[in-house]
């Protein structure tokens, strides 16, 4: 390879990294009171792409997924909130915290970087009116 194409392939390589690519954990949540979640990895998300775009592509993917019951496929998921980040500490929570919600409970329209997601970050996939009922009265079924 010429000099000017080595030069090239490096400018290349740099402009890849700098656009922000992770995987990210999405847990779908179906029942709070019953611990009733799925988890599903997503590679190469683009943290530069939109809370809103990111949530279309999931439900784009769960529609479509093979091996996922029926029941976790047709939900009506409709929030997106950071469970865990990579080297943070977890919550005793089994499903997911029910603490920090202004901070952690993403908004749609600022990209996944500026709402908090880096690489190896897992969030939860659930509907709000659910969550609101679940944190009003956490009590779990079993």
């Known amino acids: 390879m010429r000099k000017?194409?080595?030069?090239q392939r490096a400018t290349e390589?740099?402009?890849?990294?700098?656009r922000a690519q992770a995987v990210?954990?999405?847990r779908l949540v179906?029942?709070?009171?019953?611990?009733?979640?799925?988890?599903l990895v997503f590679?190469?998300?683009?943290?530069?792409g939109t809370v809103q775009d990111f949530v279309q592509l999931v439900r784009e993917d769960i529609a479509t997924r093979p091996g996922l019951p029926p029941p976790f496929k047709t939900f009506a998921y409709d929030t997106l909130k950071i469970i865990h980040q990579a080297h943070g500490a977890k919550t005793n929570e089994l499903v997911m915290s029910l603490?920090?919600?202004?901070?952690?409970?993403?908004?749609d329209n600022l990209t996944l970087?500026?709402?908090?997601?880096?690489?190896e970050t897992e969030v939860a996939f659930f509907r709000k009116e659910d969550y609101s009922l679940y944190k009003a009265n956490p009590k779990t079924a079993w």
């Open 43 to 48: 590679h190469g998300v683009s943290l530069d």
């Open 4 to 7: 000017g194409g080595m030069e």
């Open 99 to 107: 603490d920090d919600d202004e901070n952690l409970i993403l908004q």
């Open 24 to 26: 990210v954990t999405v």
């Open 30 to 39: 179906r029942s709070f009171e019953h611990r009733n979640f799925r988890p």
């Open 113 to 119: 970087k500026a709402a908090g997601v880096a690489n």
């Open 13 to 18: 390589l740099r402009g890849t990294e700098q």
